[in-house]
């Protein structure tokens, strides 16, 4: 499994403010802020995502997705739960998947694979197959949203 200090935080701290968030970086042994799970898993406050070095990758993409999938509104009075319905939860992991190829070493595919590894469930049996085979209503949400190609774009310093 990919953890932030493996992938870097210079490069994940980019990649946010790049999607218009912040990486708040926690110091090693001392509980995540906003974590739904609870430590090692990322945290979300507002246009803040909270991470250790200990923290996966996966994790810190699923919160900035989270954030990123989210009005304006909603995300100003975001703490730790960030809500949505499962349409909106599909476009958040299919999200996750697009901005892992903007951290170099991870990918889509070992992306997929540590998402499996953690305990994502999907209809098709994994993330990979559901990802190509099973995620046009998730490619449509964030199409509608103006989410697809925009945010990735953003991610990859592309403009939309």
Known sequence: MMLCAE???????????????????????????????GAPEAGLLR????ARADTPV????????HALCMGAARRAVLD????????????????QVLLSAAVPGCGQARMCRDMDAW???FRLGSAARWFHEDATEAR????????????VL???GGEA
């Open 7 to 37: 992938a870097g935080f210079p490069v994940l701290r980019n990649l946010l403010q790049a999607c218009g968030l912040q990486l708040v970086e926690v110091p090693a042994g001392q509980a995540i802020p906003h974590s739904y799970w």
């Open 47 to 50: 246009n803040e995502v909270h």
């Open 80 to 95: 730790t739960d960030a809500g949505g319905d499962f349409a909106e939860e599909d476009a958040v992991l299919y999200l």
């Open 58 to 65: 996966h994790s810190l993409l699923h919160e900035t997705s």
């Open 140 to 151: 449509e949400w964030l199409t509608v949203r103006g989410l697809w190609p925009a945010a």
């Open 119 to 121: 305990g994502y469930t």
């Open 154 to 156: 953003a991610a990859f």
